[in-house]
């Protein structure tokens, strides 16, 4: 059974922390994303990678980094958290491209509170 | 780049169809995904078609799409409680990894 896992599933935080999200996938997979949900938004691309050591901005980047040294392994990095980076985050994970439609496989969401 | 656009609510009684619509922008779009969020929970997969396809059914999910209108939907027939989430319309453009997705419809069920 495919599975993405995210560290944490609630998060609380102070204003000006670093912050670390772990998200690991047993597929695989080479390419990994990381999202945030908000309200009225949707999810929104913060990153992706598509290879180890290889990461991509996504339509938000700003106030993110990311790591990925192992090919199951995909860390989204809060540098100095602020308070409009309370938001949940998901991490999905898919195959190359293929034709069967390269779905992603979505981890649980972690909820992440900056006070 | 890609703008996808959905519903926020819809609200449906047991036992009747529902029809989630979705519009996109990009005309080059190749895969274009249904995913389903329950409360507390990631998305999952429900079923996608690729950009050659009118249609495709998939037990009660039947899924159109038009591509002159750059428009897609969902029904779901006999709907049920279990049906109540939210449902994510994506759209992959090209040959790239990223998905582009709209900002989801809460289906609520009336008993």
């Known amino acids: 059974d495919v599975k993405v896992t995210q560290s944490s599933r609630y998060l609380v935080k102070r204003t000006g922390e670093k912050v670390f999200l772990e998200c690991v996938q047993d597929m695989d997979h080479e390419n990994m994303f990381w999202y945030r949900q908000d309200p009225g938004l949707g999810l929104r691309l913060i990153y992706f990678?598509?290879?180890?050591?290889?990461?991509e901005k996504g339509d938000i980047p700003e106030g993110y980094s990311v790591s990925r040294e192992k090919k199951e392994r995909f860390s989204l990095i809060l540098e100095s958290a602020s308070t409009n980076q309370t938001s949940m985050y998901l991490c999905a994970s898919s195959p190359p491209t293929s034709g069967k439609g390269n779905e992603q496989f979505f981890g649980p969401g972690t909820r992440l509170t900056v006070l | 780049g890609e703008d996808v656009e959905q519903s926020l609510f819809l609200s449906v009684r047991e036992g009747d169809s529902s029809v989630i619509n979705c519009t996109y922008t990009?005309?080059?779009?190749?895969?274009l995904y249904w995913y389903k969020q329950e409360p507390g929970a990631g998305l999952q997969l429900l079923t996608y078609?690729?950009?050659?396809?009118d249609m495709k059914q998939d037990q009660r999910l039947t899924v159109l799409l038009n591509k002159k209108d750059k428009h897609l939907s969902l029904r779901i027939a006999d709907t049920q409680t279990g049906d109540s989430a939210i449902y994510f319309c994506?759209?992959?453009?090209?040959?790239?990894?990223?998905?582009?997705f709209g900002i989801g419809t809460k289906l609520q069920v009336i008993p």
């Open positions: 990009d005309s080059s779009s190749t895969y």
């Open positions: 994506a759209v992959r453009s090209g040959g790239y990894q990223k998905v582009t």
């Open positions: 078609i690729f950009s050659n396809m």
């Open positions: 990678s598509y290879d180890v050591k290889m990461k």
